[in-house]
């Protein structure tokens, strides 16, 4: 099975600079992924890591060492459209996604 | 691309009825398809895994009997909520993956199911 941890919440300023830790402890990994989900809504995919290191799509960056089962999202100037819940997920080799409880941020201006 | 259709957005029921879930893969065949739950504030948990052509596999703890999967096409799996209880009042999201092994999963918009 797979356990993932990543804090609760996190609360940053307009054009600051957030990242979200994620640890995991898996029976067999397949990659990890970054989802952000606005409240009431479904998740939308960010980020995607396979390999050690460091995966850049825009203003959003994810890293992952697989040897520390850690990964960390890292949001750059942060704007108030960024608060939401952000979701770690492990998949397995069955290509089955767990999630953790998800960290939610708060942008203030 | 990569989308995925859910119907109905929401529904109110009441106890005892049963409330069927679409899902459809609009722009890709998905073998696969995947049901999650949500209660408020709490994260995704997987329901089942619905298998295009076989029966769905459960996780612990998910009564196959009172949610019925069916996957009878490569792009619609549905979900049927069996003599509903309000205790079955969730967010019920499903998901599917395009082919290729860095795919993400693509999420429907979920449907709010409330029993009253």
């Known amino acids: 099975g797979q356990n993932i941890d990543q804090p609760t919440e996190m609360t940053a300023t307009e054009g600051a600079i957030v990242q979200i830790n994620c640890t995991y402890q898996?029976?067999?990994?397949?990659?990890l992924f970054w989802y952000q989900q606005h409240a009431g809504e479904a998740p939308t995919f960010l980020s995607y890591?396979?390999?050690?290191g460091l995966e850049e799509k825009g203003r959003f960056s994810s890293f992952l060492s697989r040897s520390k089962g850690y990964s960390y999202l890292l949001l750059k100037e942060l704007q108030m459209k960024d608060s939401a819940s952000y979701l770690c997920?492990?998949?397995?080799?069955?290509?089955?996604?767990?999630f953790g409880a998800g960290t939610t941020v708060t942008v203030r201006a | 691309g990569a989308v995925v259709s859910q119907h109905p957005s929401w529904v109110i029921c009441k106890s005892g009825t049963s409330v069927k879930i679409e899902c459809r893969s609009l722009?890709?065949?998905?073998?696969?398809m995947f049901w999650y739950r949500q209660f408020p504030k709490q994260s995704l948990m997987l329901m089942a895994t619905?298998?295009?052509?076989?029966?769905?596999?459960?996780e612990q703890g998910v009564e196959k009997d009172k949610f019925l999967i069916n996957h009878a096409s490569l792009t619609l799996s549905t979900l049927t909520v069996t003599s509903a209880h309000p205790e079955d009042s969730s967010f019920y999201i499903c998901?599917?993956?395009?082919?290729?092994?860095?795919?993400?999963?693509?999420f429907g918009n979920g449907t709010r199911l409330t029993v009253t």
């Open positions: 998901s599917a993956r395009p082919p290729g092994d860095s795919s993400p999963l693509h």
């Open positions: 997920a492990v998949r397995d080799s069955d290509y089955k996604l767990s």
């Open positions: 619905s298998n295009e052509g076989s029966k769905a596999t459960y």
């Open positions: 722009d890709f065949q998905a073998t696969t």
């Open positions: 890591n396979v390999l050690d």
């Open positions: 898996t029976s067999g990994f397949n990659g």
